[in-house]
Structure formats: C-alpha cells, structure tokens
Nanobody
C-alpha cells in the first residue's frame, strides 16, 4: 500500500520560511517523479514544484520561482519543499504526489497523493 505523508505545515508570518516534508512508503521511491501541489478553497489544485528521480532536474511554477526549492533524499524516501519569503497568497493546503512514468505538471497524471498539510501565511 502506497503512502505519502506530508508534514511541516503551520502558521508563519509573511516573509518567513517553512520546510515541508513528504515521507513515502510502499513504492519504489527513486523511480518516481515527485511533485508538490497546493489548493485553496474553491480553486483547482495547482502545480508548485517537481523533481526528477535523481534530484538534478527541477521545475517550478512561476509564482514560486526563486522562493521555493524542491529536493529529495532517495535514501530515506523523502521529498522536501523549502519555502522562503512566504506571502499571504501562498496560503493553501500543500500536497505531495508521485508519478511513476514521467515529469509532469498535470494533476491528473499523478498516481499517488498525500493527505495534505495546511500552510497559512499571515500578513
């Protein structure tokens, strides 16, 4: 059974930082493309960042480029999202997701999802 478990969310002031973690089990983690998405009430889930199997190739939404960094540690089956210079508009539930086949920003192409972790940025 595949499980993705996010942690690290919370309340932070604008300009602050948070580091999200996603621990994976039940899958060949090093073979999966990993992504982070976020969702606010009434909106569709949007792609935030993705990283390939080796960690060398990353992709970011324009809204977070230069502020967020995605990374992974295949030895412990964990993917991270370092979020700096946070803004109130970054407030959302953040989800990690795994794709068995390819690098993609499309939500529907991901095979596995975590339960999400809330990030709230106060102004």
């Amino acid at each position: 059974q595949v499980q993705l478990v996010e942690s690290g969310g919370g309340l932070v002031q604008a300009g602050g930082s948070l580091r999200l973690s996603c621990a994976a089990s039940g899958l060949t983690f090093s073979s999966n493309y990993m992504g982070w998405f976020r969702q606010t009430d009434g909106k569709e889930r949007e792609f935030v960042a993705g990283v390939n199997w080796s960690g060398w190739i990353t992709n970011y939404a324009d809204s977070v480029k230069g502020r967020f960094t995605i990374s992974r540690n295949n030895a412990i089956n964990t993917v991270y999202l370092q979020m700096n210079s946070l803004k109130p508009e970054d407030t959302a539930v953040y989800y990690c997701a795994a794709n068995r086949a390819k690098a993609t920003t499309a939500e529907y192409e991901y095979d596995y999802w975590g339960q999400g972790t809330q990030v709230t940025v106060s102004s």
